[in-house]
């Protein structure tokens, strides 16, 4: 089964964490050593080039041109869930990833506890994924659990329960670079299945704003409206009134982390001129009793 046009999409913020990975420690906004693994070859060979620093530096600066912003927005968002991952403060049963596309955050998490993770994504994503787990790394994990869903058309947690998993504690639940992509509709019926979810279960979830979808303010990013909005994405937040939306679905809003955030906590300690793109938001929320 051929991949769709989203599901293509996954490659990119990979290679960017490949790449991520080439900078001194001190310099890094996200540290992936498997990232460059997952890739398909081409964009293998690409990573492994981008030891040079003068092209890391020049892959960094055309995608600037072409998504202001875009390059430590992705890198931030996947540092700030990493964070929630392994945040020591809060207690975590098991994992579900939605829309993991080629994420190897199962496999860094498999390396150190044997932690349920259940990986969702669509049926020829799903395979894809298997067939570079295995290339990549021999076989996986037997924590890690792969499941072929069709979030526009099948209900999530009863294929969940269906593969094995067991809300039996605290889930925590992250959906990275996905509800863009689906309906209206679809993001509707997806927090209502969340809804299912065990009281003090976690969310962490990207958005992007509505007033950028709909063409209100395009943020200086008139390439990413073009490549991205007439074609892919369909969904999109507005930071003021998520709350109000969580709360309506069961789900108390913690905290938002957007471009600002991310200067103060990311960026700033690695003295890099980079700036994060204002149009897509990471949201992290906790389910109410």
Not at 171 to 191: C, K, M, N, R, W
Request: glycine share 6%; charged share 25%.
């Amino acid at each position: 089964m051929p991949l769709n046009p989203a599901a293509r999409t996954a490659i990119g913020p990979m290679l960017l964490s490949a790449i991520e990975a080439l900078e001194p420690r001190h310099r890094r906004l996200i540290d992936d050593d498997l990232a460059a693994a997952f890739l398909p070859p081409g964009a293998r060979t690409l990573a492994k080039m981008a030891r040079a620093g003068w092209l890391r530096r020049a892959l960094i600066a055309a995608s600037e041109r072409s998504g202001p912003g875009l390059w430590a927005g992705i890198a931030c968002r996947k540092r700030y869930i990493d964070d929630k991952v392994s945040d020591p403060a809060s207690e975590t049963d098991a994992v579900v990833i939605l829309g993991s596309g080629l994420d190897t955050r199962p496999y860094r998490i498999a390396r150190y506890s044997d932690l349920p993770v259940f990986e969702v994504d669509q049926h020829a994503s799903i395979d894809r994924k298997r067939t570079t787990v295995e290339r990549a790394l021999g076989a996986v994990p037997a924590s890690v659990h792969l499941i072929g869903l069709d979030l526009e058309r099948e209900p999530l947690m009863n294929v969940l329960h269906t593969n094995g998993f067991r809300d039996n504690g605290r889930t925590l639940y992250i959906a990275e670079g996905l509800t863009q992509y689906l309906s209206p509709a679809a993001v509707h019926d997806l927090f209502e299945q969340l809804r299912q979810a065990t009281t003090g279960s976690r969310l962490v979830f990207t958005y992007v704003r509505a007033d950028f979808l709909d063409g209100t303010d395009r943020y200086d990013s008139d390439a990413v409206y073009r490549r991205f909005v007439p074609r892919l994405w369909k969904s999109g937040f507005s930071p003021e009134q998520l709350e109000e939306v969580l709360r309506g679905h069961g789900w108390r809003l913690i905290e938002q982390a957007g471009p600002s955030y991310y200067r103060d906590i990311y960026i700033r300690p690695t003295d890099r001129p980079l700036r994060a793109s204002p149009i897509e938001w990471t949201a992290l929320a906790v389910r109410g009793d």
